[in-house]
């Protein structure tokens, strides 16, 4: 599959993955006080992470999008 996820879109996805996996440890909010929520929160933290780790978005390929330039 080609790579359709630029530099800066990578960098944006990893940190707001980073904050999804961690935001339910770290932080008092009582949201995050039910098993699921935590669950969700780590899930999608982890897709992103992984997605932006391997600079292809299945969504951007459905729609078309492409961010990487050079790709």
């Known amino acids: 599959m080609t790579r359709n996820i630029g530099s800066l879109d990578q960098a944006i996805r990893l940190i707001f ?30 897709v992103m992470l992984l997605v932006s780790l391997i600079r292809i978005c299945p969504l951007y390929s459905i729609l078309g999008i492409r961010t990487c330039k050079s790709c």
């Not at 339910?24 to 929160?41: A, E, I, K, R």
């Open 17 to 46: 993955a980073l904050i999804l996996i961690t935001s339910p440890f770290v932080s008092g909010l009582s949201y995050f006080d039910t098993t699921w929520m935590t669950y969700t929160s780590v899930s999608l933290g982890v």
